[in-house]
């Protein structure tokens, strides 16, 4: 919880005890899809950006005597080293801050049932759907939707996707400084 910058989750605790129910505010459809958008645009483009430089080399062999390049076709290979780095990248965000750069701009984040920070474990199945499958896991998370709004993979890792309260405005006459 603490490794984000953008404050605690949405829920509140009813009062003291071990039985009282802690309510968590769970993200929207319409914003998790607009945080996966950004977050596939900006690897997107990384990966425009890689594959180019990669074919870089094989386009100045292959250059034709009438000013056109041969097309390489990557094939599939291209599709799977795609999936991937998105896998890695949606991994290493949602297991060390719970969010990715999508998340973090609409104040959501990925966490465990409790609303805590995600193991590796967890982060990776979770990402998983997102990098390979994602139509079908959308879609048979819509159809089987539970109060918790997972998709297929989120439920298997036992994740959730939840909206941060905004962070309190700070300003000087309301911090109290205290020392050690």
């Known amino acids: 919880m603490s490794s984000s910058n953008n404050g605690p989750p949405a829920a509140s605790v009813g009062g003291r005890g071990d039985n009282v129910p802690v309510e968590i505010r769970l993200a929207s459809w319409v914003d998790r899809f607009v945080a996966w958008l950004v977050d596939f645009i900006i690897v997107s483009i990384g990966l425009g950006i890689l594959f180019a430089l990669i074919a870089f080399p094989s386009w100045l062999i292959h250059y034709g005597n009438e000013m056109t390049l041969e097309y390489r076709n990557f094939g599939p290979s291209h599709y799977f080293l795609s999936s991937l780095i998105f896998i890695a990248y949606w991994t290493y965000f949602e297991s060390t801050s719970g969010q990715s750069i999508g998340k973090r ?9 409790s609303g805590n920070r995600v193991d590796i474990k967890s982060a990776a199945i979770e990402s998983f759907g997102k990098s390979f499958l994602l139509p079908i896991d959308v879609i048979l998370g819509w159809i089987f939707s539970n109060e918790k709004r997972q998709r297929i993979f989120n439920k298997i890792s036992n994740t959730i996707v939840i909206k941060l309260k905004p962070r309190e405005e700070l300003r000087p006459d309301n911090i109290r400084y205290t020392k050690d």
């Open 105 to 113: 701009l609409l104040n959501i984040k990925t966490a465990d049932l």
